[in-house]
């Protein structure tokens, strides 16, 4: 029975102006449809209308969601606070209904409220949101008021197009229409890329930018992506599109808002850093302004014109309220809300009528926690019931047994005993496709969650169920088999930290039987102890011919491992997640579970 369409709901708000996205070819249309000027608001001061002079604008924020509407399991749903005492405290937070109703408090008393994000809202999602690509989201963050937010390379996972039918809905071209009778009705919000251009015609995917306006109050936002962003999404996800310096971007946009009287400018920019403490609310500027974090946020925070008035960063999952100066020496806030709703970000943004700017100086800023001890949001509960319905029968089959808790995204080790274990298993995976295979490789950002011995469900403790082996492993890769050559593979671990890896190093899972030293006092790619490189205990042969396992994404080089795509005489093998779900099957059972791997395959030195 053909889905009958539905008329379009009326946006929730009159001044909000939305990105028509709509995919490459219409890439023109949307070039045409930038923000108008913006008229100025001639009864801002005081004395001549009666307002007063400055108001607070409250800015609230979040970024790298992904999906997670149901609270995240085990390490990965908790935030770290500092005591009063200076000890450290773990505390459970997140999911789609705390958060609402966290926003939805913050909001009361503040009639110049915005919310706004930092791209990750979808991709890399749980199975609840990620099984019907992320429309579960988007419908949750309409209802939780979201104004804006720009992309983050996980917008792009399957592609321009699917990006714009996030933004103006319409049902999967393949799946079709998820719920009978009803048609995805898109975003609310725009997404915001302004570095994102077509390679043809040069012309911006999605608008640049935004104004939101409330009584004559005016705040431009200006939303970008990082420039890595096609190192670290498959190619047919950025297939036809380019991505351009942040700063440059930025600065550009910020130029072409002054001259339109937008004078008070955010950037939601999809770039982190790395911060001193893993504690929400650490002094971030202590001894002085912006010492308590490093990585590309603060380059890029330096270099980005004065005319914008705050940065709402992400990408890093982590938690930062800073105080990075701009080019001039003046004070500029620059914040990240960690991940999947666990904290947002509360600023205040005092907007002076008669400039029409922000007075920097009177920014306040701080991350707050999305307490699971607060009453539940009842739309968001009933949104997540009604998806789990349709969920249910692919999500709560059983596919194996722990006897514990395997951390993979929450561990605290470069080498996480959930990495062993899916490297394992697309090891396994690869012996079935051809004998010969000796070795995987597993890209640690490919992780994304744990796994948790507490049943989540109805299961049972213990047992893993298919959707929780999708949250650790949603992104629907193949496990690839290629032929590498020993001084390859040695070079493909040397970049783990090195090149663009040097900063911020990315530490590959390794299979059974692959064992060396990383030497973390010294640098780049002498981390990686060329002579301790072994495989069942022998040395590796730079002059033999090894076959590996890897999933898609690593063998066409992603993640900065140029060298593992050179691989040759490839084969595509299949789904990972099924691979995982395999090997777990097999090796597994009520009565055996798979213990915890032991994660020491590589040898640490600090």
């Known amino acids: 029975m053909p889905v009958t369409p539905q008329p379009r709901r009326p946006r929730r708000r009159a001044t909000r102006v ?226 351009h310096d942040e700063i440059e971007t930025v600065n550009k946009y910020a130029k072409i808002l002054d001259k339109q009287g937008v004078k008070s400018i955010v950037t939601l920019i999809h770039e982190g850093g790395a911060p001193a403490s893993q504690a929400y609310n650490y002094d971030c500027d202590s001894p002085g302004a912006g010492d308590g974090i490093s990585g590309p946020i603060t380059t890029i925070a330096k270099g980005i014109t004065p005319k914008v008035d705050a940065l709402v960063t992400g990408h890093t999952h982590a938690a930062y309220v800073c105080t990075v100066p701009d080019p001039s020496g003046k004070p500029r806030m620059v914040t990240s809300a960690s991940s999947y709703g666990k904290l947002y970000t509360d600023t205040t943004l005092t907007y002076d009528r008669k400039t029409n700017d922000i007075v920097r100086t009177s920014v306040k800023s701080a991350n707050h926690v999305v307490s699971r001890e607060q009453a539940k949001a009842k739309d968001m509960t009933s949104l997540i019931g009604r998806w789990n319905k349709l969920a249910e029968p692919v999500a709560n089959k059983p596919v194996g047994f722990i006897s514990g808790d395997i951390p993979g995204r929450g561990a605290t080790t470069p080498e996480a005993p959930l990495g062993d274990l899916i490297a394992d298993a697309q090891l396994a995976h690869g012996t079935s496709l051809d004998p010969e295979t000796d070795l995987a490789l597993m890209n640690p950002g490919g992780i994304r969650s744990d796994l948790v011995h507490k049943a989540s469900g109805s299961e049972g403790d213990g047992v893993v169920t298919y959707g929780e082996g999708f949250t650790v492993q949603p992104f629907s890769n193949t496990v690839n088999l290629v032929d590498l050559t020993g001084a390859q593979l040695v070079t493909g671990l040397k970049q783990q930290v090195s090149g663009p890896n040097q900063a911020s190093p990315k530490i590959l899972q390794i299979s059974d039987g692959l064992t060396y030293t990383l030497d973390m006092t010294k640098s780049g790619a002498d981390r990686v102890v060329t002579d301790s490189i072994k495989l069942g205990g022998k040395a590796i042969d730079p002059a033999a011919t090894y076959r590996v396992a890897m999933n898609s994404f690593l063998a066409g080089g992603g993640d900065g491992f140029t060298e593992l795509g050179k691989g040759t005489k490839p084969l595509v093998g299949g789904d990972d997640l099924k691979a995982l779900n395999d090997y777990l099957t097999a090796n597994s059972s009520a009565d055996k579970p798979i213990a915890p791997p032991k994660a020491d395959r590589i040898t640490v030195v600090k």
Not at 99 to 117: E, F
Not at 118 to 139: C, Q, W
């Open 18 to 243: 939305l990105a028509a996205a709509a995919g490459l070819a219409t890439i023109g249309a949307l070039a045409a449809a930038l923000p108008a000027s913006a008229g100025q608001d001639h009864a801002g001061a005081a004395g001549t209308s009666g307002k007063k002079r400055t108001v607070d604008v409250q800015l609230l924020s979040f970024n790298d969601f992904h999906g997670n509407l149901q609270p995240p399991a085990g390490s990965s749903g908790q935030v770290t606070e500092k005591q009063p005492d200076g000890t450290e405290k773990k505390i459970d937070a997140g999911g789609a209904e705390y958060l609402a109703t966290s926003l939805r408090t913050a909001r009361k008393g503040h009639p110049y409220s915005v919310t706004a994000a930092a791209g990750d809202l979808i991709g890399a999602s749980p199975l609840l949101s990620g099984l019907f690509h992320d429309e579960p989201t988007v419908e949750a963050m309409n209802k939780l008021d979201l104004d804006v937010t720009s992309v983050g390379n996980h917008e792009f996972d399957e592609g321009a197009k699917e990006l714009a039918r996030m933004q103006n809905g319409g049902c999967h071209p393949k799946d079709g229409c998820f719920e009978k009778g009803k048609k995805f009705q898109g975003a609310d919000y725009p997404y915001l890329a302004a570095n994102v251009t077509d390679e043809k015609t040069g012309k911006p995917l999605l608008k640049p930018y935004w104004v939101w306006k409330n009584k004559g109050v005016k705040v431009g936002f200006i939303g970008v992506t990082l420039e890595g962003t096609p190192d670290i999404v498959s190619a047919d996800g950025v297939k036809g599109l380019k991505f």
